[in-house]
């Protein structure tokens, strides 16, 4: 059986808006980078690095899939919706204690004395996460992509406004940290704006079981993704310092950028498509083979971009502070454009 016509349309419109917001997104974020690099230092992105690293680490135990797990349903109510949104608030309070009363130890274990504040104020980032409105996993579910471009280019504009000004007065890592906090906020409040679902304080344990059997293969392939890919950071900042991170992050940042937009581009368009024809294998097949081919297409040429430029890029726009990360550029940019690929399989 062929791929319906209408499923078609609505992936095609949503890559198109995907697509829209991934460049748009990763412009501005580009932007920031940029200009926070001129203003900042490399041990500046180095800390910050440190505690997002940190971060992702514990968040990772207590990612149980469950946006994920209700994507995949072909029905929902209003009792998985606030069964999800009540859990992820639960989660959100107990990681902002964890990440709050350990951060002296972080601090202690690094040798780096700000390492303390810098995690609590990142917490209090980590908590406003948990008061998004879980209805805006619903827009995904319903490839409502307009939304989402909304959702997230203005988020991501407030974030570049703050960062910005923040690093033109302060000249430090404090205002990655402001950044940083104005981004949850905005997501939160934009969250219940653009959708129109008010969730409850209420769990259904029948509910959350059943979400949770979809949900702990996320979980587990979470940790283990995580724990490798986390992994060298630790090594870097503990091992190194802040600084060499600094220097290892921006690296992996723009190397990284063909294959994390390729990837996350498609699995948010594709993830949600698949779970519509999940019961047909031939139109999964087919819709797998489309997507591959035109990530066959972009991925190479945008590869070699990257691999060429690389050195003219960091002389001009990253300045002398970022001299010697052009091997580390072109090695990683071979590396990650395979990670493209990777995004089609994940998504099924």
């Known amino acids: 059986m062929a791929v319906s016509s209408s499923l078609i349309s609505k992936i095609i419109s949503g890559g198109l808006w995907s697509f829209s917001l991934r460049i748009v997104s990763r412009g501005m974020g580009l932007i920031r980078t940029i200009i926070l690099a001129r203003f900042l230092f490399p041990e500046d992105f180095g800390q910050i690095g440190i505690v997002i690293t940190i971060l992702t680490l ?7 899939g469950f946006s994920q797990a209700l994507i995949q349903r072909k029905d929902h109510d209003e009792q998985y919706l606030d069964t999800i949104w009540t859990a992820s608030l639960i989660r959100s309070v107990m990681l902002f204690t ?22 609590r104020a990142v917490a209090v980032s980590v908590l406003l996460g948990g008061f998004t409105n879980v209805g805006v996993v619903l827009l995904q579910k319903e490839l409502n992509f307009k939304k989402i471009f909304l959702f997230e280019s203005i988020s991501s504009f407030a974030e570049l406004t703050v960062s910005l ?27 219940y704006l653009l959708s129109p679902y008010r969730p409850s304080l209420r769990i259904d344990m029948a509910k959350f ?3 949770f059997k979809f949900g702990r ?18 090594f870097v900042g503990k091992v190194f310092g802040a600084t060499a991170l600094g220097y290892y992050q921006m690296a992996f940042l723009i190397s990284n950028l063909l294959a994390t937009e390729i990837t996350n581009t498609v699995s948010q368009v594709v993830f949600p498509s698949y779970s519509q024809i999940r019961e047909d294998g031939q139109r999964i097949k087919e819709a797998f083979f489309r997507v591959f081919q035109f990530i066959v297409v972009i991925s190479f040429p945008l590869s070699a971009g990257i691999l060429v ?17 052009v091997p580390l550029i072109q090695i990683m940019s071979i590396l990650f454009s395979l990670r493209a690929f990777g995004g089609t399989a994940i998504a099924l």
């Open 58 to 64: 514990l968040d990772c135990f207590s990612q149980f």
């Open 98 to 119: 964890v990440v709050f009363g350990a951060a002296p130890l972080v601090a202690t274990f690094f040798e780096i004395d700000r390492l303390a504040a810098i995690m």
């Open 165 to 191: 000004t923040a690093a033109y007065y302060l000249r430090n890592v404090w205002a990655l940290v402001f950044g940083g906090i104005t981004v949850n906020l905005s997501r939160l409040l934009l969250s």
């Open 209 to 211: 079981n059943e979400l």
């Open 217 to 234: 293969w996320v979980l587990f392939s979470g940790v283990v993704i995580t724990m490798i890919t986390q992994g060298d950071s630790i």
């Open 309 to 325: 430029l690389s050195a003219e890029f960091s002389q001009l726009f990253l300045g002398e502070k970022w001299n010697g990360i």
